[in-house]
């Protein structure tokens, strides 16, 4: 049965692996290594996933952090200019020299009444019985009145302010969470991008994090494939010449020999092993398809009618099946390379040459042979390589010679390599001519 968990969608892939691996199928250890592999890759996944929601979380901080201060310095300002406007209010007008006359008790200097500061006392002289006295005194109801009015309008307008600055800030909160939804969105449908956006575009590129990590691509494998000639030929080739002795023309051959049947055995073992997918695919659809419920008394209960799934649906999982493949491309590597070295030594040596084991200084030029080589045949369109056969004429826009010049092939030193079969030329070639 499915295992799910509460919130979570049942994954399918999972289930049908276990499926296969519970009925041996295939071997339990492939079916449990794919599952490993699985599970890292959502793993991978849910991490960078993670990442991105702390840094957009963290990036929506500091943005309202720095909005909310650029506001405050804009009230700080509004409430000092208004402060400001009030003192040059309460200040006497400068260099006056008129004398303050009292009138009904009151000082006035040309017709304006001074407004004291809030809470202090102004002393007044009174004549009393022809004598002088000084007495201190609140101040008049006017000028109560008028501070009490400024103070009001300042609490109104701080208010005010206070009252913008609360609806500018949901405001940028509100666009703040639509953006997060928006970019949400996008990352999820990125990440669940599968084989329906993968079947209307064909010759599009193709973003899946597995494919860029453990992929290389087309270009990359052209340089490395140049790299094997300028390193590990040049190293096997020395050690073929100074320690078994063997002539140049053996150990050309020897060297060329490896490297032909490294790309033949990498075309064949790739569709070889497509084949099998597609058997194991056979069976997978009709787990998918055809409904079955295992009692656990009775026997299994399958339905008379037959599911069928459409062409469409067919060339979906076809192509899920195929991208599934490119995500474990590494994984067989270290098994290819054991086949082939034993191919190596049953086959090739005893056709070049009279060795019985195959040399030490030549292994990691199988190594990589078999690494890049597996490569080129798990992309698609596959790159091909092309190697003329001796007594052929030598194509010079495809192949430099081997050291004399020559227009007929002795034979191939190095093959000439094509993006595709029919398409453009990636690295000439070299050829051994007379």
Same mark, same amino acid.
């Given at each position: 049965? &499915? $295992?799910?968990?509460?919130?979570?969608?049942? #994954?399918?892939?999972?289930?049908?692996? *276990? %499926?296969?691996? @519970?009925?041996? +199928?295939?071997?339990?250890?492939?079916?449990?290594?794919?599952?490993?592999?699985?599970?890292?890759?959502?793993?991978?996944?849910?991490?960078?996933?993670?990442?991105?929601?702390?840094?957009?979380?963290?990036?929506?901080?500091?943005?309202?952090?720095?909005?909310?201060?650029?506001?405050?310095?804009?009230?700080?300002?509004?409430?000092?200019?208004?402060?400001?406007?009030?003192?040059?209010?309460?200040?006497?007008?400068?260099?006056?020299?008129?004398?303050?006359?009292?009138?009904?008790?009151?000082?006035?200097?040309?017709?304006?009444?001074?407004?004291?500061?809030?809470?202090?006392?102004?002393?007044?002289?009174?004549?009393?019985?022809?004598?002088?006295?000084?007495?201190?005194?609140?101040?008049?109801?006017? &000028? $109560?009145?008028?501070?009490?009015?400024?103070? #009001?309008?300042?609490?109104?307008?701080? *208010? %005010?302010?206070? @009252?913008?600055? +609360?609806?500018?800030?949901?405001?940028?909160?509100?666009?703040?969470?639509?953006?997060?939804?928006?970019?949400?969105?996008?990352?999820?449908?990125?990440?669940?991008?599968?084989?329906?956006?993968?079947?209307?575009?064909?010759?599009?590129?193709?973003?899946?994090?597995?494919?860029?990590?453990?992929?290389?691509?087309?270009?990359?494998?052209?340089?490395?494939?140049?790299?094997?000639?300028?390193?590990?030929?040049?190293?096997?080739?020395?050690?073929?010449?100074?320690?078994?002795?063997?002539?140049?023309?053996?150990?050309?051959?020897?060297?060329?020999?490896?490297?032909?049947?490294?790309?033949?055995?990498?075309?064949?073992?790739?569709?070889?092993?497509?084949?099998?997918?597609?058997?194991?695919?056979?069976?997978?659809?009709?787990?998918?398809?055809?409904?079955?419920?295992?009692?656990?008394?009775?026997?299994?209960?399958?339905?008379?009618?037959?599911?069928?799934?459409?062409?469409?649906?067919?060339?979906?999982?076809?192509?899920?099946?195929?991208?599934?493949?490119?995500?474990?491309?590494?994984?067989?590597?270290?098994?290819?390379?054991?086949?082939?070295?034993?191919?190596?030594?049953?086959?090739?040596?005893?056709?070049?040459?009279?060795?019985?084991?195959?040399?030490?200084?030549?292994?990691?030029?199988?190594?990589?042979?078999?690494?890049?080589?597996?490569?080129?045949?798990?992309?698609?369109?596959?790159?091909?390589?092309?190697?003329?056969?001796?007594?052929?004429?030598?194509?010079?826009?495809?192949?430099?010679?081997?050291?004399?010049?020559?227009?007929?092939?002795?034979?191939?030193?190095?093959?000439?390599?094509?993006?595709?079969?029919?398409?453009?030329?990636?690295?000439?070639?070299?050829?051994?001519?007379?």
């Amino acid at each position: 049965m &499915a $295992t799910t968990t509460p919130g979570k969608p049942p #994954d399918q892939l999972v289930d049908i692996l *276990k %499926q296969i691996q @519970a009925r041996k +199928t295939v071997k339990p250890e492939d079916a449990t290594k794919a599952l490993q592999q699985y599970y890292k890759v959502q793993a991978h996944i849910k991490t960078l996933k993670s990442e991105i929601e702390l840094f957009k979380t963290s990036q929506e901080k500091q943005d309202v952090q720095a909005k909310s201060q650029a506001q405050g310095n804009s009230v700080v300002t509004r409430k000092n200019s208004i402060r400001s406007q009030g003192a040059v209010t309460k200040q006497a007008i400068p260099g006056s020299k008129t004398t303050p006359r009292t009138i009904n008790s009151s000082s006035q200097m040309n017709g304006t009444v001074p407004i004291p500061s809030r809470g202090t006392k102004l002393p007044c002289r009174v004549s009393m019985n022809g004598q002088s006295k000084t007495q201190d005194r609140q101040p008049s109801n006017k &000028a $109560t009145k008028d501070e009490k009015f400024k103070e #009001d309008k300042f609490s109104k307008d701080e *208010k %005010q302010l206070s @009252a913008g600055e +609360t609806t500018d800030k949901d405001k940028e909160l509100a666009r703040l969470r639509l953006q997060n939804a928006q970019m949400k969105v996008t990352l999820e449908n990125k990440s669940n991008k599968g084989p329906n956006s993968v079947l209307g575009s064909e010759n599009t590129t193709k973003s899946t994090i597995l494919e860029q990590r453990d992929i290389p691509a087309p270009g990359k494998l052209v340089e490395e494939f140049k790299k094997i000639y300028e390193i590990e030929y040049k190293t096997a080739y020395h050690d073929l010449e100074k320690h078994y002795k063997l002539k140049e023309e053996n150990i050309t051959e020897l060297l060329a020999g490896i490297a032909k049947e490294a790309y033949t055995f990498s075309i064949n073992t790739s569709k070889q092993q497509f084949d099998d997918v597609t058997k194991a695919h056979a069976h997978v659809i009709d787990v998918l398809v055809q409904p079955k419920y295992a009692l656990q008394v009775k026997d299994t209960i399958t339905p008379k009618s037959k599911s069928i799934i459409d062409k469409d649906g067919y060339q979906i999982t076809r192509r899920f099946l195929k991208d599934y493949r490119r995500a474990m491309a590494k994984v067989p590597i270290p098994g290819l390379i054991e086949i082939f070295e034993t191919l190596v030594q049953r086959d090739v040596l005893s056709r070049f040459t009279a060795l019985r084991i195959t040399p030490k200084a030549t292994k990691p030029y199988i190594h990589r042979l078999v690494e890049i080589n597996w490569f080129m045949s798990i992309h698609e369109p596959q790159l091909a390589q092309v190697w003329p056969r001796g007594g052929q004429l030598m194509n010079r826009d495809w192949f430099t010679p081997y050291g004399k010049k020559g227009a007929t092939v002795i034979h191939t030193v190095w093959p000439a390599l094509f993006y595709h079969k029919e398409g453009t030329l990636a690295e000439r070639g070299i050829c051994l001519v007379k």
